[in-house]
């Protein structure tokens, strides 16, 4: 499976925008996916990330109240729906995969990662 992040852009803080990760290869039936960032100078952030049983989510920190999560496993697309979008969310977005994933947060769970896409919020 391989993964491709697209929607990224530049906001004014308090716009909203929404990426979309599409798998080609195979189907993510099965897979618990994973949006994660990584802005200049700093580590790669979990951002939100969603099992494909009951469609259970999680929520990092930053994403808490202003994005969501959703998946479309018959389009094979994964969302994240970015709302109140602040500078300090300006990074370059990573969607991610893994079967059998405990931790959503352990980016070292994930083994399909899809190119990042550039989200540029300004003041």
């Known amino acids: 499976v391989q993964l491709q992040a697209s929607g990224g852009g530049s906001v004014q803080t308090g716009g909203s925008l929404s990426l979309s990760c599409v798998a080609s290869?195979?189907?993510?039936?099965?897979?618990?996916m994973g949006w994660f960032r990584q802005a200049p100078g700093k580590e790669r952030e979990f951002v939100l990330g969603?099992?494909?049983?009951?469609?259970?989510?999680w929520y990092g920190d930053s994403a808490k109240g202003r994005f969501t999560i959703g998946r479309d496993n018959a389009k094979n697309t994964v969302y994240l729906h970015m709302n109140r979008l602040k500078p300090e969310d300006t990074a370059v977005y990573y969607c991610?995969?893994?079967?059998?994933?405990?931790?959503?947060?352990?980016?070292?769970?994930?083994?399909?990662w899809g190119r990042g896409t550039q989200v540029t919020v300004s003041s």
């Open positions: 991610a995969g893994g079967m059998g994933v405990e931790i959503f947060t352990r980016a070292s769970e994930y083994d399909r």
């Open positions: 290869g195979g189907s993510l039936r099965g897979y618990t």
């Open positions: 969603i099992r494909d049983s009951y469609d259970s989510t």
